[in-house]
């Protein structure tokens, strides 16, 4: 068995994309023979390692162990300054917490990370590590560009704009791999025949405290014909009122269902329903318009779903983005099409074994080990 430090500055639980993602990722390296210990910052109030509650959260049965990190660092304690304090913690933190963990593991052991700090304080230690790469800013290129310098230091991109724009200013040798997101199939292990035009949006419904324009989804239902409805799960108490109230003024609260926020395992049941899925985002952030491989369009693909994009770089290079139908940012007309065609087509399963999380802990596990 292969012992992994999986080293990162999330907090657990939490229902965000990246801690499912994180999760999910563990799960199937436990999966592939894998012995792994998670550590990460206790620096929310809902922040646990408690083992049992992370595994009943995450619809988890694998054993790992669980570290939670304290957390005495001033980042989440004021509203000013958040960005500045954010990287000062983040930085003392991982400082602190590779020290620690290093002075108690031997050369042999693996670590893996999507922390830049983690990163960069393993590398200057020699340690083999792995860094997954979903966003850039300059301070955050420059810092993979010292950790990559050491032999025994990689990175995985999570898509190729990342591999891209990175290149553009630094050199990479034979230290990367491009690895995007994958589905688990333990909950989307048969594809039903899909029926009907539910039309549907799952995750959080801002990103980065922006809104994903969700309230442009009801307004190009309310041009649609009245056999379509839609569904929206992953909303807060307050966004599921908000948006009932916009469905009422739209004349369309007959035919949309708000839910809250469900758990991973749930997903595919209410995803049983629909027939066609929705990606779409706010152009405000990098992030959202060219770094991000969303996990819930392999989910939506391995639900039989057709998919539905807004047209951003991120989604022109999902796999099999030949068959997604894409519409312009903002554009009412443009988006009616889109639906329209993907009712009258079906999503391509070329390839589809390779949007699992198993193939993708193959991939981790092949990579950080030579």
Known sequence: MINLNYITYQTFPAFTANSIQTMA????????????????????ETSSENLDELKKFYSIEEEFKAYGVQHNLPFGKFKLFNRTLFIISHLIWSYRTVKAVTSEKP?????????????????????????????FTKIRKMIINLALKNDTSKIIFLNTHLKKDYEEKY?????????????????????????????????????FNSSRNI??????????????????????????????????????????????????????????????????????????????????????VY????????????????????????????????????ILNASSSSFSSVGLNEFTLDYRAKQIIDFIKY
């Open 25 to 44: 990722n563990i799960k199937y390296l436990i999966r592939n023979q894998i012995n792994v210990s998670l550590y990460f910052p206790l620096r929310e």
């Open 171 to 207: 050199p990479l040798r034979d230290n990367f791999i491009v690895l995007h997101n994958g589905v688990d199939l333990e909950y989307f292990s048969e594809i039903p025949d899909k029926k009907g035009f539910e039309i549907v949006f799952i995750g959080k419904l801002k990103r």
């Open 303 to 338: 639900a039989g779903l057709s998919v539905v994009a807004v047209d951003f770089k991120a989604h022109r290079v999902l796999p099999n983005s030949e068959s997604i139908s894409f519409f312009k940012n903002n554009d009412k007309s443009n988006f009616i099409n889109a």
């Open 215 to 300: 309230d442009f989804l009801l307004k190009g239902l309310a041009f649609l014909d009245s056999k379509y409805t839609m569904k929206i799960v992953g909303a807060t108490k307050s966004e599921v009122e908000e948006l009932k109230t916009l469905a009422v003024s739209l004349g369309v609260e007959s035919r949309l269902k708000v839910l809250e926020t469900v758990s991973y395992k749930d997903v595919a049941n209410q995803l049983s329903s629909s027939s066609i899925g929705v990606l779409i985002n706010s152009r405000l952030n990098t992030h959202s318009t060219k770094y991000t491989s969303p996990l819930k369009y392999f989910e939506y």
């Open 107 to 135: 050369k042999s052991e693996l670590f893996f990370t999507r922390s830049d700090w983690v990163f960069y304080f393993l590398s200057k230690q020699n340690r083999k590590v792995v860094y997954e790469c979903h966003q």
